[in-house]
Each structure stands twice: as C-alpha cells, then as structure tokens.
T-cell receptor, first 116, second 114 residues
Framework: AAGVIQSPRHLIKEKRETATLKCYPI?????VYWYQQGPGQDPQFLIS???????DKGSIPDRFSAQQFSDYHSELNMSSLELGDSALYFC???????????????FGPGTRLTVL | AQTVTQSQPEMSVQEAETVTLSCTYD???????LFWYKQPPSRQMILVIR??????QNATENRFSVNFQKAAKSFSLKISDSQLGDAAMYFC???????????FGAGTRLTVKP
C-alpha cells in the first residue's frame, strides 16, 4: 500500500539559511499534519491542513510557514534556521471530510534536518 | 490542556513473553481517541493500535491489545509473545475528537531479549 512520502530524507543547512520540506500524502488523503521531534523527545504538533486550508496550529515558530497545494501535497518552509531547529520532521496524513478529526494519522518516514 | 504520561522510560521483556506498557492521560473531554505508535531504530512512526473513547471494548490487533480504563484515564498496551522485531520506542498518543492536535507521551523504550 502507498505510504506518506517525504523529501528530502536528510537535509543539512547552515544557521540563518532557509529550508523547504515536502510531504506527499497517501492517495485520497486530504489532511496533512506536520510534527517536529527533537533528539530524545516526543513528536510535537506544528500545524495541519485540510482541503488546502490551515485547520489547526500547534507550536510552530513564526519563522516557519506551511501550505497545502491543489494536489494535497504540503510544504513546510523554514527560514532563519537556528541550531535548535535540528530535528526529525514528520508529516502525517489522514482522510478528511467528516472523518478529519477521527481518522488515524499515518506518518511518513521523516526528514532529518541538521542545522550547523 | 491534555497531557499524556508514560511513567516507564524503559522496559525489557524476554522473547516470547508478555509485557505491558503503561500510559495515563488527563482530559476533560468526552470525545477523544487514543493510539499507540511504535518507533523502531529507523525512526519511522508506525501505528500499532487505536482506541475510540466511546467504545467500551478494548482494541486488539493480533499480539497487541490494550486495557482501556476510561474512568481511571489509563490506556496500557499489552504485547504478547514478544518478538525481537518489537524492540522499539513506544509512544502513547491522545487526540481530541474536535481538532487535529495529537499529543504524545514521552515514550517507553522496549528491549526484547533473546
């Protein structure tokens, strides 16, 4: 079965640079979520989108922005990178509509971002 | 705000035996969903099992089952006939029934001894 695809899998950036992470949800899934998992920590919810609109916002820094496109893929844009942004970034997807708050979230493999 | 607590940072089990991982949560909501996710060394987050709060029956998926005690706000995971491939970090997660924010516990690292 098709899974959530994230690219790139690994990314190395310098401080103050920008980074863009991409997420391609499971086919027919129209809801996308972004999580940040720091070293030795549990995943923290950043933001979610349903039908190309932001649906919930968590602990996403103002330096980060995200959007969902017409094909339902999503991009997380990170600017003015800091050392503390080094983490594993997960994207998850689920069915939307009436099920968007109840359907299980399926996670992608994650993008490991290292900020030097 | 909802919180999820996993009080066992590490657990170990002998292969083929049974182990139970604990999870408690705090909420004032009546509509919510609970999950156990497994994160092996590959760091992939894999869904293990899901429980709807409105269901009294405990969820079961093959060797994995939960003991959901709604009044006590407890949601433990039982792994039967443990296998080497079960070794991973296990996260308990809570999701409200009316938003997309999912809260995770700190995780329990499970070691399976041959």
């Amino acid at each position: 079965a098709a899974g959530v695809i994230q690219s790139p899998r690994h990314l190395i950036k310098e401080k103050r640079e920008t980074a863009t992470l991409k997420c391609y949800p499971i086919p027919r899934h129209d809801t996308v979520y972004w999580y940040q998992q720091g070293p030795g920590q549990d995943p923290q919810f950043l933001i979610s989108f349903y039908e190309k609109m932001q649906s919930d916002k968590g602990s996403i820094p103002d330096r980060f922005s995200a959007q969902q496109f017409s094909d339902y893929h999503s991009e997380l844009n990170m600017s003015s990178l800091e050392l503390g942004d080094s983490a594993l970034y997960f994207c998850a997807s689920s069915l939307g509509g009436a099920q968007r708050f109840t359907d299980t979230q399926y996670f992608g493999p994650g993008t490991r971002l290292t900020v030097l | 705000a909802q919180t999820v607590t996993q009080s066992q940072p590490e657990m170990s089990v002998q292969e083929a035996e049974t182990v139970t991982l604990s999870c408690t949560y705090d909420t004032s909501e009546s509509d919510y969903y609970l999950f156990w996710y497994k994160q092996p060394p590959s760091r992939q987050m894999i869904l293990v099992i899901r429980q709807e709060a409105y269901k009294q029956q405990n969820a079961t998926e093959n060797r994995f089952s939960v003991n959901f005690q709604k009044a006590a706000k407890s949601f433990s995971l039982k792994i039967s006939d443990s296998q080497l491939g079960d070794a991973a970090m296990y996260f308990c997660a809570y999701r409200s029934g009316d938003n997309n924010d999912m809260r995770f516990g700190a995780g329990t690292r499970l070691t399976v001894k041959p």
